[in-house]
């Protein structure tokens, strides 16, 4: 069977790296697998620059339907977020018109929301939470009954229906990921990103991982096996001879037994820097000096606020402040870089709040960067309750998420436009604060004139973050500007005038065609 996958915004997060196992999950049943992938280069899920009218140039929904039938899709598999449920129904829709395809929705939005979803005529399936251990039994039903399927809602007698949930995946016993999938869009052998587990065992009120977790309970959250880990990270090195790794889980550290034995056999058999998630609470000397040793250049934290009331009752965060200048503390004294997550827009947050943030970033020594987002709201996470009681968002906030939303962590567009300009302003002063020196900080501090930092061009700020990035040799960001150009070339000739005459093949898909399969060769 001929199997699309269609997918939108930027590859370095969980759900562009889901769809690479979900890939070999197909190909290992026997499936041909294409993808036809829109990077949405200069659009709110470019972390790089978000520039609207660029972003609207280069969008091409018309080639982009040109490049699923090009593929002669049997089926035709959507990952839906919240932000791109909108372009992934219209897209969906304009199929149906073309050719008479199944479409399958999956994802964080559809398995949130799947009864919105399924009022949509041209969705044909929605499969709720994961989906490896049950799309290939889907695929061979398609046409048939579906009603033994797991994750799945279909429509018996034109109305929507729920099967019985599935149990989870065993993480160990999943092919490798299909690395190519992305190419030519995302090159390995600069940087190689791996996900060792599903789930977090944090209730963060704004989290996606939290609303997942939802739907099957605290056992969702796993790891792999030491085994596993390094079996893929092996098999990619020796495809792709990556300079780095950066493990995209929620977090790396907790359980010091196991991090022991990976760090063990990571710097004895990939031996190559990588960079990793962690959390401030549990963080102790013993797990810095485990990463340290295995060959960790840079750990990235979650905190969001430095203000300790809205990180507990908004946020649903259990750090302490004090906690939070430890943890950055046992880095200082290995000598481990960090940056620390900041999120803006929070509820109830004050400007003496971002003031006081400022002034607590500038203590830390071996701060790399401050990784500036923006809060995204998903339709059934906790914090929809908080911003509606602040009065951040309507009544009916939940109903309007679930119709789907254009907002990423990169969008600072919400809110009052007095509110924006400020948050703009220290946004920008969080983006270059470990470049300034002293006086210059505190002369910006004072009185409203970090306001005026809003008027700083995009571009600007983000060559200040790259010369920041060259001083504390974060590989990370250099992996970024690497692969930039090459994104946005390929967002330009998917647009780029075609000859007349028969639709262009999908340039991934030649790529990946004319190249083994990484689910294959490793």
């Known amino acids: 069977m001929n199997v699309v996958l269609v997918y939108r915004g930027r590859y370095h997060v969980r759900e562009a790296l889901d769809l690479e196992t979900l890939a070999a999950v197909l190909r290992g049943g026997g499936h041909q697998v294409r993808l036809v992938y829109d990077p949405d280069a200069f659009g709110v899920t470019d972390n790089v620059f978000q520039v609207p009218v660029l972003a609207r140039l280069l969008a091409d929904d018309r080639r982009t339907i040109a490049r699923i039938l090009a593929a002669r899709p049997d089926v035709v598999i959507f990952s839906v977020l919240t932000s791109t449920y909108a372009w992934c129904r219209a897209m969906a829709e304009q199929l149906k018109r073309r050719r008479p395809v199944p479409a399958v929705f999956l994802g964080l939005h559809p398995s949130l929301v799947p009864r919105r979803v399924m009022r949509d005529p041209f969705v044909d399936y929605t499969i709720v939470g994961e989906v490896e251990g049950v799309i290939n039994d889907l695929l061979a039903r398609l046409g048939g009954d579906v009603s033994s399927v797991a994750n799945l809602w279909y429509r018996r007698g034109g109305e929507p229906v729920a099967t019985h949930r599935a149990e989870l995946v065993d993480l160990d016993a999943l092919p490798l990921p299909d690395k190519d999938l992305f190419a030519p869009y995302a090159s390995h052998r600069y940087s190689y990103s791996a996900m060792v587990s599903r789930g977090c065992p944090y209730h963060c009120t704004f989290c996606e991982e939290t609303c997942s977790k939802r739907l099957y309970g605290s056992g969702y959250f796993r790891r792999k096996g030491v085994d596993t880990v390094l079996r893929e990270l092996v098999a990619g090195k020796k495809r792709y001879g990556y300079r780095e790794v950066i493990f995209k889980d929620s977090y790396l550290s907790g359980n010091r037994r196991w991090l022991g034995e990976l760090m063990d056999r990571y710097r004895a058999e990939i031996g190559v820097p990588f960079k990793c998630f962690c959390t401030i609470v549990g963080f102790d000397a013993e797990t810095a000096r485990l990463l340290k040793e295995g060959g960790c250049y840079s750990i990235e934290f979650g905190l969001q606020t430095w203000n300790e009331r809205v990180r507990r009752q908004v946020l649903g965060r259990r750090e302490t402040n004090e906690e939070a200048f430890r943890a950055f503390g046992y880095c200082d004294k290995h000598r481990l870089r960090y940056d620390v997550d900041h999120m803006f827009n929070v509820p109830t947050e004050t400007v003496e709040d971002h003031h006081f943030g400022a002034q607590c970033y500038r203590r830390l020594r071996n701060l790399g960067r401050v990784k500036v987002h923006f809060l995204v709201y998903h339709p059934t996470a906790e914090i929809v309750g908080h911003a509606v009681a602040a009065g951040d968002l309507p009544p009916d906030a939940a109903d309007r998420l679930a119709e789907g939303e254009e907002t990423d962590f990169y969008d600072?567009?919400?809110?009052?436009?007095?509110?924006?300009?400020?948050?703009?302003?220290?946004?920008?002063?969080?983006?270059?604060?470990?470049?300034?020196?002293?006086?210059?900080?505190?002369?910006?501090?004072?009185?409203?004139?970090?306001?005026?930092?809003?008027?700083?061009?995009?571009?600007?700020?983000?060559?200040?973050?790259?010369?920041?990035?060259?001083?504390?040799?974060?590989?990370?960001?250099?992996?970024?500007?690497?692969?930039?150009?090459a994104k946005v070339f390929h967002a330009w000739m998917a647009t780029a005038p075609k000859p007349q005459g028969a639709l262009q093949p999908d340039p991934c898909s030649v790529e990946c065609e004319e190249r083994p399969s990484a689910t294959t060769s490793g």
């Open 412 to 485: 600072q567009g919400r809110g009052r436009e007095t509110t924006q300009r400020l948050v703009a302003g220290y946004a920008a002063l969080y983006k270059i604060l470990p470049l300034l020196p002293g006086s210059l900080f505190r002369w910006l501090l004072k009185g409203s004139r970090v306001r005026w930092l809003r008027l700083i061009p995009s571009p600007l700020v983000a060559l200040l973050q790259a010369l920041n990035a060259l001083r504390s040799g974060d590989l990370r960001f250099a992996a970024y500007l690497h692969m930039y150009p």
